[in-house]
């Protein structure tokens, strides 16, 4: 059983991974006990015994409990109060991602398409024991918790920043494996936090999907959009500009960047890329459309496409330049929402190739949910102070000052 001292993980060597096959579920067991050791230190606000004017109760023993994950069952123990006031997500959060990784690999087992690999793991998990039956029960009480919160209120904040990305999963639709698009788009509350809005699986990005998605937002209460950053697809473009009426549109300018790399050879990228990062240093809209024109001549002779784009595409990279410098390296670019992508294929690779889109939808969503509850409880992203609360969005936010720094 777990010990309630919440040491944490050691320095073992890594021999011991291979030598003992317990070892993996016990630095587990250990690091979930400490994390829940944690939870109640933060909820009583004073350590076990701790003193001070601040502390918010008492404990009062432990509770035993035990949590079902791929490495084995833990056995851990709940800290309790005395008032009966602590409780904990983690397993909450925990479960519903296993739960939606697990049913995926079965679905697979199942259908017969699953790799050697995905079988073998797969059967240590669940045996080879289980119905259609059973994954279908497991899976429809997943998917209604999943939905629900996938459908919830979005109206008691206000989300000033928008931001949207992409990215693809191998599906297997009637007997076809299809890219799919994993829709998602975060946002920045009126608390300086963030959260994961919106989630969805499509065939493609387009237009029509992504004004369905923007829909299922304003319909939820969405409200206060000032700006919306994203990459340059057409049809993205399309349905920010219809749903978010009077909000300003910031081209991300990683992206941008990158498809301008793209456009020389490799012994000119670094050269290009110094430019660009003086363009995007600059402090103001004026200034960094000056830069902008500078580096367009300095091009123009040798490689004229890269000159008509710094002169042509570039302006929606300035949008930021509009609102509070201090929230200017935040918001030019979607790295944020990027990273989180990046992330999301890390723990979705196990799977590889998903058996249909329900399932795909139910982990991403799973994930999606387990990160936006982090952020929402988490610190603040950026501090909103600056921004009011009486402008229009989209309206010019006075002073043209800002110094940004190319990254990505």
Aim: glycine share 8%.
């Amino acid at each position: 059983m777990a010990t309630s001292n919440g040491t944490g993980v050691q320095a073992v060597a890594p021999a011991a991974l291979t030598d003992d096959p317990e070892f993996l579920r016990e630095i587990v067991e250990r690091t979930v006990q400490a994390i829940l050791e944690t939870e109640m230190t933060a909820h009583l606000g004073a350590d076990r015994y701790e003193r001070t004017a601040g502390r918010k109760g008492q404990r009062n023993g432990y509770k035993p409990r035990t949590l079902h994950t791929r490495v084995g069952t833990l056995t851990l123990l709940v800290p309790q109060d005395r008032e009966s006031t602590f409780s904990t997500q983690l397993f909450a959060r925990y479960q519903r991602n296993e739960k939606a990784l697990v049913l995926a690999l079965m679905e697979m087992y199942l259908e017969g398409v699953s790799t050697r690999k995905v079988s073998e793991i797969t059967e240590v998990l669940c045996g080879t024991s289980f119905s259609k039956s059973l994954v279908s029960h497991l899976a429809g009480e997943l998917d209604t918790e999943l939905a629900a919160w996938r459908a919830r209120p979005l109206t008691d904040t206000t989300y000033p920043y928008l931001f949207v990305d992409a990215r693809y999963e191998h599906v297997r639709v009637d007997g076809r494996i299809v890219s799919q698009g994993v829709l998602v788009a975060s946002a920045l509350r009126g608390d300086g936090r963030r959260e994961i809005v919106a989630v969805d699986v499509a065939d493609t990005e387009s237009e029509a999907t992504y004004q369905a998605l923007f829909r299922d937002l304003k319909a939820r209460g969405l409200s206060g959009v000032r700006l919306v950053t994203s990459d340059d697809h057409a049809g993205l473009k399309a349905a920010i500009a219809r749903h978010f009426q009077g909000a300003g549109w910031q081209r991300c300018q990683v992206h941008y960047a990158r498809n301008l790399l793209g456009r020389v050879g490799a012994g000119k990228r670094k050269e290009l890329a110094g430019g660009l990062r003086q363009v995007f240093a600059a402090s103001t809209p004026t200034q960094a459309r000056a830069a902008c024109r500078d580096l367009a001549d300095a091009w123009r002779a040798t490689h004229p496409k890269v000159a008509r784009s710094l002169e042509d595409e570039s302006e929606a990279c300035f949008a930021c330049l509009a609102f509070p410098l201090a929230h200017q390296a935040r918001i030019r670019t979607t790295n944020g929402l990027e990273r989180f992508n990046q992330e999301l294929k890390r723990r979705t690779r196990v799977v590889r190739i998903f058996p249909n889109r329900a399932a795909c939808l139910r982990l991403v969503t799973a994930l999606c949910a387990e990160q936006s509850d982090e952020w929402v409880s988490g610190r603040r992203y950026l501090d909103l102070a600056e921004l009011g609360g009486e402008e229009t969005p989209g309206t010019m936010l006075g002073k043209e000052e800002g110094a940004m720094q190319l990254v990505g």
